[in-house]
């Protein structure tokens, strides 16, 4: 099967701007454009696998009506399968942000946003918002969605939305913990390897990280850079590592920040049957982020913390976990008596490891916890203060669901108007296929989706509360179900040496890429320096200005932070007294954060 030789959403991209040309100029970019001769070491077969494609040349359109202005987008054919360079092709969408200084312009700044999944063209057209002023004078900031998501050529694991919504109905909660909701998910997950396993097919085989790092590898050729200037989040840390790896020669300077070990993400022969997410310790880092926000309440007092005003946090919460775990609490409209959300257990864990994604993580939860001990006290006396306090928590948490489906539907909605603006028509949602396709393409895996359970379990004694739903994230990866294979993946090895340093960036407290990550990986990469941040939430760039300006320096000059350097985030839990006139705004970050995409199915970027 031979993917379109141009995508049909960019097309209609096309027609809109009125630029009839395609994203490769046929015959004259085949004549014109041979490749160069491979930079890489003699013998480096990824190097003369990519080099022998020719180099695409790109027809750039205005798509500031849909992207902001400024923006320039084009759409590139790369070969589906770079052991055949001139044969089958799929269409991959990049975004451009042209550099403000072009006269004294370095060169391009590729950026990825995690998920895997995420979108490259939406988090570069998001740079003004939380890049260093330097770095977008200096570089072209270049977006590329990863081959088979988003705006480049979808990958489709069912005919239609029906057969996809009916296929995984058993995974539309955060997380199993009943034997019933287990049994159900197990379901969905084998439905949705087999799904991706077949229908999926080509595409879903060909989604593997070292595909898009070779994509990456042709792109950087397209705009002219000898080497790679990259800044990657959470996933993207896991493609920064591959390219490095692959390409060692061509990185002149590769950030990763929220860093997942590449080894353990494709699994070794010690660990292959323990779960991705397991592997990675993604669990562990949440269960130390929440009980360090514990003890750090318990230990500041109720003038700086409301939880501790009730009593031991610790305590207080296992109270919420034991009640929520024995019986949902249903939150209803007050005017209609109608249920509006069903607060579970999981639904519980899920908000919280949530708050642990902002940068003033603490704070959030804090919120959080007050509302649930509330909510799940014995009813007060009408008319008294209890009582009052109790209507208050339960009109916010109502407010607090009603904001979460909100911020989905606006999300829905300024995609519909993105579409609109573009002449597209309404998308198939392909976000789900698109997280697993690479996730399991590229790791291995327990052999069946029924052993997860049991994986949960153990997860759940390692990291209490937050083992199990990270656990369930790489079920539909089981390898009996997800039986379709890329020949041409990178399992291997991460220790190359690399043509110029790599900076490694962890943050202590990071509630989805565990901080001893990036510590293994620093101690991989022969060539790599760690800069590590005590700070909260998922990634460091953006929370104070020490990680910020180490990663603009390295950026724009080459100048790595001092061997040990240790950043603080400017949002720590706890520190100003609850009754202070800032206390409002005492966490708010110097600057924006990355919209970076959690490692979750189907996840929004952070806002």
């Known amino acids: 099967m031979t993917r379109p030789r141009t995508s049909t959403r960019w097309l209609a991209v096309l027609a809109t701007t009125a630029l009839a040309c395609t994203a490769v100029a046929g015959a004259a970019a085949a004549a014109s454009a041979a490749a160069p001769a491979a930079r890489g070491s003699i013998g480096d077969i990824e190097a003369q696998r990519v080099d022998r494609v020719p180099t695409p040349t790109p027809s750039w359109f205005d798509c500031s009506p849909a992207f902001g202005e400024g923006n320039e987008c084009t759409t590139v054919e790369l070969p589906l399968d770079y052991d055949e360079p001139r044969g089958a092709t799929t269409s991959v969408a990049v975004l451009r942000h042209p550099a ?102 080509p595409l879903s085989g060909s989604m593997s990280t070292a595909e898009v790092a070779r994509d990456m590898d042709v792109l950087r050729r397209m705009v002219g850079d ?49 779960p991705t997410f397991t592997r990675i310790r993604s669990g562990e880092g949440a269960a130390k982020a929440f009980e360090e926000i514990l003890l750090r309440c318990e230990k500041a007092g109720p003038e700086f913390c409301r939880f501790a005003a009730y009593g031991d946090p610790q305590e207080n919460y296992a109270h919420i976990r ?30 919280l490891l949530v708050d642990m994604y902002a940068a003033d993580a603490a704070d959030v939860i804090d919120q959080d916890l007050v ?31 009603r904001a979460i489906q909100e911020q989905v539907e606006a999300a829905e909605a300024a995609t519909a108007q993105q579409h609109e603006a573009l002449g597209l028509a309404f998308p198939y949602d392909n976000s789900l296929e698109a997280f697993f396709s690479i996730q399991c393409t590229d790791g291995r895996n327990p052999v069946y989706a029924r052993s997860w359970p049991g994986h949960a379990d153990r997860a759940d004694q390692r990291a209490p509360d937050f083992g199990r739903p990270w656990t369930w994230n790489s079920s539909p990866c089981a390898n009996g179900t997800w039986t379709v294979r890329d020949e041409d993946a990178y399992t291997g090895p991460f220790t190359k040496v690399t043509a110029n340093p790599v900076l490694v960036v962890g943050n202590y407290w990071d509630p989805a890429t565990n901080y001893d990550n990036a510590v293994k990986v620093d101690r991989a990469l022969p060539r790599s320096r760690l800069l590590s941040s005590d700070s909260w939430g998922h990634t460091a760039y953006g929370t104070s200005a020490c990680a910020t300006g180490a990663i603009d320096a390295y950026l724009l000059d080459g100048t790595l932070p001092a ?37 979750v199915p189907g996840a929004l970027p952070r806002s």
């Open 371 to 401: 509302l649930f001990w509330q909510l799940l006290q014995a009813p007060a006396e009408p008319g008294t203060d209890e009582a009052a306090a109790q209507d208050d928590a339960r009109r916010a948490l109502l407010e607090k669901a």
């Open 226 to 274: 000898e080497k790679l200037s990259y800044l990657g989040f959470s996933y993207g840390s896991i493609l920064g590592s591959y390219y490095a790896n692959m390409f060692p020669d061509r990185v002149r300077a590769v950030v990763i920040d929220g860093v997942v070990d590449a080894a353990d993400w494709v699994g070794t022969r010690a660990n292959r049957d323990v």
């Open 322 to 351: 034991a009640s929520l775990l024995e019986q949902p609490v249903d939150l209803t409209d007050p005017e209609t008596g109608e249920v509006v959300y069903s607060l579970t257990y999981a639904t519980m864990v899920s908000w």
């Open 563 to 599: 061997e040990g350097t240790l950043c603080v985030g400017d949002a720590q839990p706890f520190t100003t007294p609850l009754d202070a006139p800032d206390s409002g705004a005492r966490s708010a970050p110097q600057r924006g954060l990355p919209p970076v995409v959690p490692p």
């Open 100 to 201: 403000s200084d072009q006269a004294n312009k370095i060169g391009s700044l590729f950026l990825n946003p995690g998920g895997p999944g995420g979108s490259g063209v939406e988090i570069a057209a998001a740079a003004v918002s939380f890049l260093g002023p330097e770095v977008l004078e200096r570089f072209d900031i270049i977006g590329m969605d990863p081959r088979g998501t988003n705006y480049s050529d979808n990958v489709r694991c069912w005919e239609d939305m029906g057969e996809q919504a009916a296929a995984i109905e058993g995974a539309n909660i955060p997380f199993p913990v009943t034997d019933e909701e287990e049994a159900a998910y197990v379901v969905a997950s084998e439905n949705i390897g087999q799904a991706c396993s077949t229908t999926g097919r």
